[in-house]
């Protein structure tokens, strides 16, 4: 594996000028930074170049080994200290937060990197403005970088890691950089490529232990903790995906927890249900209370739920609703259907409505909807109020709101 992704390393500094590493400080991203450096050495284009969005809400041994690796001479890196729109599931009354927001700067974790590299001023980027999200901020910044000349991103991403980026790697229908099934193209003259995109948990392990390479000490914390290998995550934890290991913050950094706790709202029921509990984020199963239906389970969660977020839901039901009333289901779905099906997204039912705000899933993916540029500029405004009255739910049984 490790020669596989050496050979890539050599394809793609012999063909592009200008390369630069996607760095969070995680095991995957951070043996690629390692490799690239002996890579960017090999074809005489030292430094490399380094994208570095830190999310303020982070380890303080991720800071570290950051700052070990940023000061290191034959890195160049951009340590971005700036206020992005990010994803909190873990709460419905706070939805999304943003890092180093200067309104709240009481109440931040930490205060900025004491480092020459770090990004503070807004006006750095000609294209940023508060309240990106971090997907459009990373696009923005790899066509800023490129200049209009054919760029490569490195990114550390492992298909073994999540049904996701398996996809990633797997999409026949991607552009590709010469075919290259292990690139996709973004952008015009504008490539990410993962040549690690094959390596197991284990490989990562064996190569910074034969290769000496310096990694993030948080993973020693986990295993001590008894964290096995394929469940240790990074990344900003109160995501969809990375909410899972919330509770290790306690464990691991107590201070740091202390903080987190009063920066992120929700931050510590999803410490409390999400690792433990298998039913309160619907990540397993749901437990039907007694009386309900899936269905008025579905809308008795949206009662409970603030206006503008009701709202926000119920606009996705409904489309949901109105497309499967095209495509069989004249009038209402089903209360259940084949659970591998539903997994699929190929049969509709009330539970997988409820599934979906039972975790939180503020963009709907479990209704089979994605993340769109003109939703993610709308809730920068989160806490607009909308009037309750104003909001109603399709009934497919007699083809009246209610």
């Not at 999540?162 to 996809?167: D, E, G, I, P």
């Not at 009063?262 to 510590?268: I, L, S």
């Not at 409390?272 to 899936?294: A, C, D, M, Q």
Request: aromatic share 16%; net charge positive.
């Amino acid at each position: 594996m490790y020669e596989e992704s050496v050979n890539r390393l050599d394809y793609i500094y012999s063909n592009f000028d200008k390369v630069y590493v996607s760095f969070s400080g995680g095991k995957d991203s951070g043996i690629l930074l390692n490799m690239a450096i002996d890579a960017a050495r090999r074809h005489n284009k030292l430094p490399v170049h380094t994208l570095i969005i830190d999310l303020e809400a982070q380890y303080g041994h991720t800071v570290d080994y950051i700052t070990r690796m940023a000061s290191k001479p034959e890195v160049k890196p951009y340590w971005v200290c700036l206020p992005i729109h990010l994803r909190n599931a873990v709460s419905q009354f706070q939805p999304h937060w943003i890092c180093w927001d200067e309104n709240k700067r009481k109440a931040w974790v930490r205060e900025y990197p004491d480092h020459p590299s770090v990004i503070k001023n807004p006006d750095y980027f000609p294209f940023f403005r508060k309240g990106m999200e971090f997907e459009e901020f990373v696009l923005e910044f790899g066509k800023w970088f490129s200049g209009g000349e054919e760029t490569a991103c490195l990114i550390g991403i492992r298909t073994d890691e999540s049904y996701n980026r398996y996809r990633t790697i797997a999409n026949f229908t991607k552009k590709r950089y010469h075919n290259k099934q292990w690139s996709t193209q973004v952008d015009t003259g504008l490539y990410n490529f993962y040549p690690i995109y094959d390596w197991a948990t284990k490989d990562i392990w064996i190569a910074n232990k034969k290769y000496q390479f310096d990694y993030n000490k948080i993973y020693d914390l986990m295993y001590l903790a008894g964290v096995p290998l394929s469940k240790m995550r990074l990344c900003q934890p109160y995501g969809d995906d990375q909410r899972k290991g919330l509770y290790l913050y306690k464990i691991l950094e107590p201070e740091t927890w202390g903080k987190v706790v009063h920066r992120v709202e929700g931050a510590n029921f999803g410490n409390r249900y999400s690792e433990n509990s298998r039913t309160v984020f619907g990540n397993f199963k749901i437990n039907l209370p007694e009386g309900h239906t899936y269905e008025s389970y579905a809308k008795f969660l949206l009662e409970t739920m603030p206006p503008y977020l009701r709202h926000h839901y119920i606009s996705k039901i409904n489309k949901f609703l109105e497309y499967w009333k095209k495509n069989g289901y004249k009038k209402n779905i089903p209360e259940i259907a084949d659970p591998s099906l539903e997994a699929q997204k190929k049969a509709p039912s009330w539970r997988r409505i409820c599934k979906v705000l039972l975790k939180n899933d503020y963009w709907c993916r479990g209704l089979s909807f994605s993340q769109t540029k003109g939703e993610m500029e709308r809730q920068l405004n989160i806490f607009l109020k909308i009037p309750s009255h104003n909001i109603n739910i399709y009934d497919h049984t007699d083809n009246r709101t209610e």
